[in-house]
């Protein structure tokens, strides 16, 4: 049978590194989400994302579709899969789902790609993400990316502001989450939904990679926060967190 006859689908994404599900909070996201609804699923590594039909990663293959997009993605799966972690909520929790969506993925992950990336302290570690560039042109190559990174950071906002007051807005972001979680063991309360595969997609890559920040130190002060990011890592990616010792 093919992958579609099975319905699997391909999911384009960055190789692993790390020893998280993905560096992009956006990939980790959707496959969260998968593994969340059982979707079956075939990851392809692509350190390329030129390759997505918005260029960008993550993507899917469904069929003959190829789709690009996390939140596209999911709203395409929830239809024609018919799987919906969300359909529980009600209107409240689908408006504070959203709110929350927004804040990390127009607001906070900007300043992830410039913690991890920018900050001379996240580029010590995160360089190695373009080790599969022949070292002849690496020099050359991550250079362009990282000016192309700067400049779009420049246009969006958050390189207008000094370091300080960036990592001041990030932590106001996650004060602001924060207060909204609940005392269960999800975003709210017994049963999981999309925001949290959202949460987990950016905590990962805040508090389960190498590089320091005062946006990590904030978030490893939460206790809840630490317990709910070790605990969806255990249960959704138990040989990922047994391999870390999370498990």
Not at 3 to 29: E, H, T, V, W, Y
Not at 119 to 140: I, M, N, Y
Not at 208 to 220: A, G, H, I, Y
Request: with cysteine; net charge positive.
């Amino acid at each position: 049978m093919t992958d579609a006859q099975q319905g699997r689908i391909k999911l384009f994404q960055f190789p692993r590194m790390f020893g998280i599900p993905n560096i992009s909070p956006f990939c980790c996201k959707l496959e969260t989400w998968l593994r969340m609804t059982g979707i079956p699923y075939e990851v392809v590594d692509t350190p390329d994302p030129r390759r997505g039909p918005k260029a960008k990663v993550p993507f899917i293959i469904d069929g003959n579709q190829r789709l690009g997009d996390s939140t596209l993605i999911i709203e395409h799966l929830k239809m024609t899969r018919g799987v919906d972690p969300d359909a529980w909520l009600d209107e409240r929790q689908r408006a504070t789902s959203l709110l929350a969506q927004r804040v990390i993925e127009e607001h906070y992950a900007f300043i992830t790609l410039y913690t991890h990336f920018i900050r001379d302290e996240g580029w010590r570690h995160t360089r190695a993400f373009f080790d599969s560039v022949p070292a002849l042109v690496r020099p050359l190559v991550t250079g362009m990316l990282r000016r192309n990174m700067r400049s779009a950071l420049y246009l969006q906002g958050t390189l207008r502001h000094s370091d300080e007051d960036i990592m001041a807005f990030a932590i106001d972001d996650w004060r602001a989450i924060l207060s909204f979680m609940s005392k269960g063991p999800y975003f709210f309360g017994e049963q999981p939904s999309s925001i949290d595969a959202t949460l987990f997609g950016s905590l990962a890559t805040t508090l389960m990679t190498p590089v320091q920040s005062p946006v990590r130190d904030f978030l490893r002060t939460q206790h809840k926060c630490v317990a709910y990011a070790e605990r969806t890592f255990a249960q959704y990616f138990p040989e990922l967190a047994a391999a870390n010792g999370k498990a």
